[in-house]
């Protein structure tokens, strides 16, 4: 069967607000600053203060979004691709079938903005967790992956066995062996 994209999307740049309030409340208080330095230093050298002072949290926050702007996730008929990166670029695949559990998280703040964050718990050693955050629709997502786990564990013909630690059907296994 050959591979399909099913979706795709970005987490919302709701998930920098707080970077960017703080970068909004230094530039607030650093006009009463730069007004007082303007008077004791002179023109030229309140300019060059004035453009570091106000460049650095700017330049904080651009990279704050454009972080979050190229962060793709893509669902495809048999994998989660992640994208990152914004001049060096990293794809992180989680095989579909590795899918144990999927989580809807809605705190309501993102609820206000028809936001949420799907969590899927995998049996992959390298990411076991997965959160695409903030991403609109979470409910729409959450049943294409559901659909898509499904079909590719009757694909490969997978299917979840959960055991509990040290603990297999009552036994006590620590004396095998002698």
Known sequence: MAESVIWTGRSSQLTNIKSFLVCLVI???LIPTLWFLWEKLGAKWSLILTAVWFGLP??????????VKFYV????SQRMRI????????TDELELYRVKDITLVQPFF??????GNVVLDTSDRTTPTV?????RDPRH???ELREAVETMRMQKRVREVDFSDGDMDGGDF????D
Not at 58 to 67: E, I
Not at 110 to 115: G, I, P
Not at 174 to 177: C, E, L, T, Y
């Open 73 to 76: 996730y893509e669902l495809t």
């Open 131 to 135: 959160t695409v955050q903030a991403v």
């Open 110 to 115: 993102m609820r206000l903005f028809k936001l």
């Open 27 to 29: 530039w607030i208080l």
């Open 141 to 143: 997502l959450l049943d």
């Open 58 to 67: 700017f330049l904080f926050a651009a990279k704050q979004w454009l972080n």
């Open 83 to 90: 994208t990152k990166g914004i001049l060096s670029k990293r």
């Open 174 to 177: 620590s004396d095998m062996g």
